[in-house]
């Protein structure tokens, strides 16, 4: 089992920037991969970002150039940098990691961005 712990969320005006933490029970490096999901209330949990143990990237569409996802072996933890924040970036943020075909969640943090 693993378990994903997410710190970070809070209250930020449209274009600030905030950084979530997740924090996972065991090494980083030996799951098959990590990241972050959004779920706004009423709407369908969306990609984010993920990074695989290969360096592997990805971002959803609606967030390129704006988060970027990042790592810290030595602490266990990974990262999302959020910047040029919208007010549709409101949402509970997930943890996710796969290991061996298996999803593993956090409970989430919520986002909320407005002035």
């Known amino acids: 089992q693993v378990q994903l712990v997410e710190s970070g969320g809070g209250l930020v005006q449209p274009g600030g920037s905030l950084r979530l933490s997740c924090a996972a029970s065991?090494?980083?490096?030996?799951?098959?991969?990590m990241g972050w999901y959004r779920q706004a209330p009423g709407k369908e949990r969306e990609l984010v970002a993920t990074?695989?143990?290969?360096?592997?990237?990805n971002y959803g569409d609606s967030v390129k150039g704006r988060f970027s996802i990042s790592r810290d072996n030595a602490e266990n933890t990974v990262y999302l940098q959020m910047n040029s924040l919208k007010s549709e970036d409101t949402a509970v943020y997930y943890c996710n990691a796969v290991l061996h075909f298996v999803y593993y969640w956090g409970r989430g943090t919520q986002v909320t961005v407005s002035s």
């Open positions: 990074i695989t143990s290969d360096g592997i990237v």
């Open positions: 065991r090494s980083i490096s030996s799951l098959n991969a």
